[in-house]
């Protein structure tokens, strides 16, 4: 095929070039993404490797921990249901999080992966002791040095339903729409006499 060929047909198929070069932008970014995740997962899977000895030491009648590292775009080394180490922004800082019903926690974040396995450590003893506490009896949650949930203090009782001044304005607009509808009944029905001549 000659050149002018081939330079014609290109001509012709503008929208074929420009989905190729797409799909080669799309297929160069997720290698790049891939490698991103891949390098994440390893940095956890070091971590992981350092809490090795704490993960065996758990008593196995002890189920509340899960140990895994989850895939997906954001790998994340899952320590109990509500808590997890997963990498910041930028890739080389380790988050050690807990959920809580007031929101996510930061418990531990360095760059440091022992100070991370530290942390985690001291956190698994705690949820022990505490489940330990519990299964004795005892409904007091061991000391910790992570952040609580504030406890609310309880509301003071209260002498009267809540309900009752809505009552009391519901039942206050029903008397006066009543007094204003017998009122207007009452004009409608003495202009009605006039006009047929009863009262003058």
């Known amino acids: ?16 070039d420009a989905i190729r070069d797409v799909k080669n932008a799309n297929a160069d970014r997720t290698d790049v993404v891939v490698d991103l995740r891949d390098a994440h997962r390893m940095r956890l899977e070091l971590l992981a490797a350092e809490l090795e000895p704490v993960f065996a030491d758990v008593p196995k009648d002890i189920d509340n921990f899960d140990f895994a590292i989850s895939s997906g775009l954001q790998p994340r080394l899952w320590i109990d249901a509500v808590s997890h180490v997963g990498l910041g922004r930028d890739r080389r800082t380790f988050r050690f999080v807990r959920d809580t019903r007031i ?15 530290d942390q985690v450590t001291r956190y698994i003893a705690e949820r022990i002791v505490e489940r330990q506490q519990m299964m004795e009896g005892g409904a007091e949650p061991a000391l910790t040095g992570f952040a609580r949930e504030p406890v609310a203090d309880a509301a003071p009782p209260l002498r009267h339903s809540p309900a009752l001044p809505g009552i009391m304005a519901g039942f206050g607009l029903l008397v006066a729409g009543a007094v204003i509808g017998i009122g207007v009944m009452a004009v409608l029905y003495w202009l009605r006499l006039a006009a047929i001549g009863v009262i003058p």
């Open 1 to 16: 095929m000659s050149d002018d060929r081939v330079t014609a047909l290109k001509q012709a198929h503008p929208l074929a």
């Open 103 to 117: 929101g996510r926690v930061v418990l531990a974040e360095s760059t440091d992966a022992k100070r991370i396995a």
